[in-house]
Nanobody, 121 residues
Framework: QVQLVESGGGLVQPGGSLRLSCAAS????????MGWYRQTPGKQRDLVAD???????NYADSVKGRFTISRDNAKNTVYLQMNSLKPEDTGVYYC???????????????WGQGTLVTVSS
Protein backbone atom coordinates (compact mmCIF):
# COMPACT_ATOMS: atom_id res chain seq x y z
CA GLN A 1 0.00 0.00 0.00
CA VAL A 2 1.37 3.39 -1.02
CA GLN A 3 0.73 6.34 1.25
CA LEU A 4 1.37 10.06 0.86
CA VAL A 5 2.01 12.11 3.98
CA GLU A 6 1.80 15.88 3.69
CA SER A 7 3.06 18.64 5.93
CA GLY A 8 3.57 22.38 5.89
CA GLY A 9 0.16 24.00 5.67
CA GLY A 10 -0.99 26.83 7.91
CA LEU A 11 -2.03 30.43 8.15
CA VAL A 12 -0.02 33.09 6.35
CA GLN A 13 -0.54 36.74 5.51
CA PRO A 14 -0.93 37.91 1.92
CA GLY A 15 2.48 38.23 0.30
CA GLY A 16 3.95 35.58 2.57
CA SER A 17 5.42 32.18 1.82
CA LEU A 18 4.82 28.57 2.76
CA ARG A 19 6.46 25.31 1.81
CA LEU A 20 4.50 22.09 1.52
CA SER A 21 6.11 18.65 1.63
CA CYS A 22 4.74 15.27 0.64
CA ALA A 23 6.56 12.00 1.22
CA ALA A 24 5.56 8.72 -0.38
CA SER A 25 5.96 5.49 1.53
CA UNK A 26 5.27 1.85 0.74
CA UNK A 27 6.37 -0.48 -2.01
CA UNK A 28 6.29 0.57 -5.63
CA UNK A 29 8.24 0.12 -8.85
CA UNK A 30 7.82 3.73 -9.94
CA UNK A 31 5.99 6.81 -8.77
CA UNK A 32 5.45 9.37 -11.49
CA UNK A 33 4.31 12.09 -11.67
CA MET A 34 3.86 13.60 -8.23
CA GLY A 35 1.97 16.80 -7.72
CA TRP A 36 -0.36 19.07 -5.80
CA TYR A 37 -4.04 19.84 -6.21
CA ARG A 38 -6.11 22.51 -4.47
CA GLN A 39 -9.74 22.36 -3.44
CA THR A 40 -12.02 25.07 -2.06
CA PRO A 41 -15.56 24.59 -0.69
CA GLY A 42 -18.06 23.80 -3.41
CA LYS A 43 -15.44 23.48 -6.12
CA GLN A 44 -13.62 20.62 -7.74
CA ARG A 45 -10.06 19.68 -6.97
CA ASP A 46 -7.79 21.44 -9.47
CA LEU A 47 -4.18 20.84 -10.40
CA VAL A 48 -1.73 23.36 -8.96
CA ALA A 49 1.51 21.79 -10.21
CA ASP A 50 3.08 18.44 -10.92
CA UNK A 51 6.55 17.10 -11.66
CA UNK A 52 7.93 13.99 -13.27
CA UNK A 53 10.88 11.95 -12.08
CA UNK A 54 12.79 13.59 -14.92
CA UNK A 55 11.99 16.97 -13.31
CA UNK A 56 9.61 18.14 -16.02
CA UNK A 57 7.11 20.52 -14.42
CA ASN A 58 3.59 21.71 -15.13
CA TYR A 59 1.85 24.64 -13.41
CA ALA A 60 -1.61 26.13 -13.29
CA ASP A 61 -1.60 29.58 -14.90
CA SER A 62 -2.70 31.18 -11.63
CA VAL A 63 0.49 30.13 -9.81
CA LYS A 64 3.14 30.50 -12.52
CA GLY A 65 5.98 32.69 -11.34
CA ARG A 66 4.95 32.40 -7.68
CA PHE A 67 5.00 28.66 -6.90
CA THR A 68 7.84 26.24 -7.49
CA ILE A 69 7.49 22.47 -7.40
CA SER A 70 10.53 20.30 -6.81
CA ARG A 71 11.24 16.67 -6.11
CA ASP A 72 13.81 14.53 -4.34
CA ASN A 73 13.68 11.19 -6.12
CA ALA A 74 15.91 9.49 -3.55
CA LYS A 75 13.43 10.39 -0.80
CA ASN A 76 10.29 10.02 -2.94
CA THR A 77 9.31 13.47 -1.72
CA VAL A 78 7.76 16.38 -3.55
CA TYR A 79 7.80 19.98 -2.37
CA LEU A 80 5.74 23.04 -3.22
CA GLN A 81 7.34 26.38 -2.45
CA MET A 82 4.59 29.01 -2.44
CA ASN A 83 5.65 32.66 -2.56
CA SER A 84 3.70 35.91 -2.91
CA LEU A 85 0.64 34.15 -1.57
CA LYS A 86 -2.78 35.65 -2.26
CA PRO A 87 -6.12 35.14 -0.48
CA GLU A 88 -7.34 33.22 -3.52
CA ASP A 89 -4.62 30.62 -2.89
CA THR A 90 -6.55 29.56 0.20
CA GLY A 91 -7.74 25.96 0.14
CA VAL A 92 -6.96 22.40 1.05
CA TYR A 93 -3.88 21.21 -0.80
CA TYR A 94 -3.75 17.53 -1.67
CA CYS A 95 -0.67 15.64 -2.71
CA UNK A 96 -1.26 13.23 -5.60
CA UNK A 97 0.82 10.60 -7.32
CA UNK A 98 0.56 7.90 -9.93
CA UNK A 99 2.50 4.73 -9.24
CA UNK A 100 3.12 1.22 -10.51
CA UNK A 101 3.78 -1.82 -8.36
CA UNK A 102 5.81 -3.41 -11.15
CA UNK A 103 6.83 -2.61 -14.73
CA UNK A 104 3.79 -4.49 -16.06
CA UNK A 105 1.34 -3.18 -13.43
CA UNK A 106 -1.20 -0.63 -14.58
CA UNK A 107 -0.82 2.90 -13.31
CA UNK A 108 -2.62 3.54 -10.03
CA UNK A 109 -3.25 6.78 -8.19
CA UNK A 110 -3.01 7.77 -4.56
CA TRP A 111 -3.98 10.91 -2.65
CA GLY A 112 -2.71 12.45 0.55
CA GLN A 113 -5.01 13.47 3.38
CA GLY A 114 -4.82 17.16 2.53
CA THR A 115 -3.31 20.14 4.31
CA LEU A 116 -5.09 23.45 4.81
CA VAL A 117 -3.50 26.66 3.56
CA THR A 118 -5.15 29.90 4.65
CA VAL A 119 -3.98 33.23 3.26
CA SER A 120 -5.50 36.03 5.28
CA SER A 121 -4.59 39.17 7.11
Amino acid sequence: QVQLVESGGGLVQPGGSLRLSCAASGTFFSIDPMGWYRQTPGKQRDLVADITSGKNTNYADSVKGRFTISRDNAKNTVYLQMNSLKPEDTGVYYCHANYRRSSWDPSREVWGQGTLVTVSS
